[in-house]
């Protein structure tokens, strides 16, 4: 009996052993956060999952809501969501990687690289300047809603649809937000890298980085474990709807990425290790451009708070109809706040007040 009570001990053992972890995440610190989501939660709807994470370890994680509200399958860690312009930030990665190779340089003009768009008023702009959508080019693609979306538009038809006429200011001065500039930047990918935009994120990023659950999505692709997406419009208040068809491609290096908090965890941390760019290139990625609303390469970084101590934050949203993100990073502590969403009901900035004001 006494041997097989210590068997049974010793194997148990092997087995904790075996296990992963938990002891990583300070209760205490986990309990404050989830205490706080969950009342948002509860509150506003939110459907999605939060992640909390220091220095690349996390803190605090919990999935919310329904993956399918049709299946009623909930969300789980491990669900993948459509990350909107938090693609934007894989592109800024991929430019300045060409950069470090030799490529291209931030003072490169689209005439260089596309001889095509010589003759345009679009051709003297600079890749500096469609990182901080000062490009001058006017605000079409944004201002059309879905319908642009609803066509399948490679990057190069992209930019012959809505690259079109004067530049309403000149290239550098004035931030304008639109995806247009970082179809572009795509525009620029595909000819010094010789790679689509979807290989590319593969083979540069996702591959080296070890991420299985990120990529750009394809209309026609099966995708397990990837959330459908609700929206609340507008015209019609409290009444939730299923997202309205779009092509994904046609939103390419501007937002057609999937990915899942764990894999966004893994390449937050590739770009604190410099294990993407090297120290130079990270400086200049999150270098801010207060003229410009402090739009840096991928991200905006401002002066803020978290935790109440003054920091210095890089956040990046993403919003498509119900797929919307946030991720926002305390650049002197190293605190990362990550939150992926299948429905625009909760308010994620809100969230992130939320979120930040934690110790």
Request: net charge neutral; hydrophobic share 45%; aromatic share 8%.
């Amino acid at each position: 009996m006494i041997r097989r009570r210590l068997a049974a001990l010793a194997a148990a053992a092997t087995v904790a052993l075996l296990l992963p972890t938990q002891a990583a995440e300070p209760p205490a610190a986990a309990a404050r956060f989830d205490q706080a989501v969950r009342a948002f939660a509860k509150d506003s709807h939110f459907s999605g999952v939060v992640l909390v994470a220091d220095d690349g370890r996390p803190v605090y994680r919990q999935a919310f809501g329904l993956a399918n509200r049709e299946w009623r399958q909930p969300n789980r860690l491990d669900t993948r969501f459509r990350i909107a312009s938090v693609t934007k930030t894989f592109t800024a990665v991929l430019v300045l990687q060409a950069v470090e190779a030799g490529r291209l340089t931030l003072d490169t003009t689209l005439a260089e690289v596309l001889p095509e768009t010589a003759a345009q008023p679009f051709g003297k702009v600079t890749i500096h300047q469609l990182l901080t959508y000062s490009s001058g080019l006017p605000d079409t693609d944004q201002s059309t809603g879905f319908a642009l979306y609803q066509q399948r538009l490679s990057a190069a038809e992209f930019v012959a649809r809505v690259a079109v006429g004067d530049l309403i200011t000149a290239p550098g001065t004035t931030f304008k937000y639109k995806n247009l500039d970082y179809r572009l930047l795509e525009r620029v990918l595909e000819t010094v890298e010789g790679q689509p935009f979807p290989a590319l994120v593969a083979a540069r990023i996702a591959q080296p980085l070890g991420l299985r659950n990120t990529f750009a999505l394809a209309s026609e692709a099966i995708v397990p474990n990837l959330a459908s997406t609700y929206f609340v419009d507008d015209d019609q208040p409290g009444v939730l709807r299923a997202d309205p068809p779009y092509f994904p491609e046609t939103y390419g290096a501007a937002g057609s990425l999937v990915s899942t908090v764990g894999d966004l965890l893994t390449f937050d941390a590739a770009l604190r290790t410099h294990r993407l760019l090297n120290a130079e290139s990270t400086r200049v990625m999150l270098t801010s451009n207060p003229s410009l609303g402090y739009v840096a390469y991928g991200f905006w970084v401002y002066p803020c708070q978290v935790g109440g101590q003054a920091t210095e934050c890089a956040e990046r949203q993403g919003s498509i109809a119900g797929s919307n993100a946030l991720w926002l990073r305390d650049l002197r502590h190293g605190r990362s706040f990550i939150v992926l969403s299948n429905s625009n009901e909760a308010d994620l900035q809100k969230l992130k007040g939320v979120l930040s004001a934690i110790r």
